[in-house]
Every structure is written in C-alpha cells, then in structure tokens.
C-alpha cells in the first residue's frame, strides 16, 4: 500500500521563509511532484523531483530524500498570492501511477 | 486543444437523476485521470485510463460510477442516480507518458439537491 502525509494547514507572515513536509511509503517509486491549487482553481504544476537532493526554481524549491521517504516545498519571500493548498504527489511505476496527499492549507498573512 | 477541457463547468441536478460529466485531454496524452474533490479535502481517485490498456476502476465508490474513454482522447463520467453525498468538485487531469506531470482541467461543479 501506500501513505502520504502532510500538514494539514500552515499559517506564515508576507515575506517570509516557510517550510511544507511530505512523507511517504510507497512501493515501486519514481518520482514525486508538487501542485499548488488556490481556492476554487484546479492544481498546477510546481516541481518534480526524483533524485535526492534539491531543486530550484525562483523563489520555489523543493528537496527530496529517497531512502528517509521525505520531501519538502520550500517557499521563499512569502506573498499573498502563496495562499494556497500544496499537494505532494508520488508516482510509482505501476497500476494509477499519481497518488496525492491531503495537501496543506497555507495562509499567507500581511 | 491547449489544455485540458471539463465540461460542463457547473452542472445541478435532482437527486435519483443521471449525470455525464465530459473530458477532453490534451492531444496526444495516453494517460487520463478522474479525481473528485469535496470542499476543502484533498483529491479522491476514482479511475485511471492508460492507453489501450484496461481502465484501473479501483477507487470508484460506488457501481452507480462508470467511465469510458473512446478513441484514446475523450472521456465521459457518467453517475446513475445521483445521490447528494456525490455534490463535489470533478477533476480530470492527463499526461502524455505515465509518470509525467498531470495537466488539469477546471474540473466540473456537481451539486445534487
């Protein structure tokens, strides 16, 4: 089977460094992405990552670890638009490859 | 087209009654995906279309659920007797291989009174 969890919501101040953790248990892995999705919106692509280590993308980053099953989104000088529901996705090489997370809630405060 | 298209974008209907809810994926992807998403709760998979393959069904909850999809490209969701615990958000997403990043459509608003 398979497990995903995440915060379930996250509150920051504009400007600021916030960090959002995925954990997981999956058999057959293959990567994992990262969808932001605002209220009422359908989600939208942010990272992938399937090697260890981490990936940058202005002011987005996110870091994965394959043997401690763990992720991150790290979003730096936090603005308003940021508020938001991040969703972790494993893939696996097998069945319904994208399994999602809860996703987390993140409020982005002036 | 350019991306993913749902429609309708809103449907309402009565319960005991039958909805088709249409997806049109991006040309050329072979994967297609159906989430459903209530208010502020993450996706639910209900049903996975890869190619020519066998359809995954495994997360359809119900037998009032069904899917096709003709042709490789456009599918159609279809819930016989509407019940109101169905009211939710219906996503369709597609990719072009599994394994690459999901494109999503804006999804279809069902509301079941």
């Known amino acids: 089977g398979q497990n995903i969890d995440q915060p379930t919501e996250m509150t920051a101040t504009e400007g600021a460094i916030v960090q959002i953790n995925c954990t997981y248990q999956?058999?057959?892995?293959?990567?994992l992405f990262w969808y932001q999705q605002h209220a009422g919106e359908a989600p939208t692509f942010l990272s992938y990552?399937?090697?260890?280590g981490l990936e940058e993308k202005g002011r987005f980053s996110s870091f994965l670890s394959r043997s401690k099953g763990y992720s991150y989104l790290l979003l730096k000088e936090l603005q308003m638009k940021d508020s938001a529901s991040y969703l972790c996705?494993?893939?696996?090489?097998?069945?319904?490859?994208?399994?999602f997370g809860p996703g987390t809630r993140l409020s982005v405060l002036p | 087209g350019a991306g993913v298209s749902q429609s309708p974008s809103n449907k309402v209907t009565e319960k005991g009654k039958d909805v088709e809810l249409r997806c049109d994926p991006i040309?050329?992807?072979?994967?297609l995906y159906w989430y459903r998403q209530s208010l502020g709760q993450g996706l639910e998979f209900l049903i996975y279309?890869?190619?020519?393959?066998?359809?995954?069904k495994s997360g359809l909850p119900s037998d009032r659920f069904s899917a096709e999809r003709t042709g490789g490209s456009v599918s159609t969701l279809t819930i016989q007797r509407t019940q109101q615990e169905d009211s939710a958000v219906y996503l369709c997403?597609?990719?072009?291989?599994?394994?690459?990043?999901?494109?999503f459509g804006s999804g279809t608003q069902l509301s079941v009174l």
């Open positions: 279309f890869q190619g020519n393959s066998a359809p995954d």
């Open positions: 997403a597609s990719s072009f291989m599994p394994n690459e990043k999901l494109f």
């Open positions: 996705a494993v893939v696996r090489n097998y069945g319904q490859n994208f399994v």
């Open positions: 999956t058999s057959g892995f293959n990567g």
């Open positions: 040309s050329g992807h072979t994967a």
């Open positions: 990552n399937v090697l260890d």
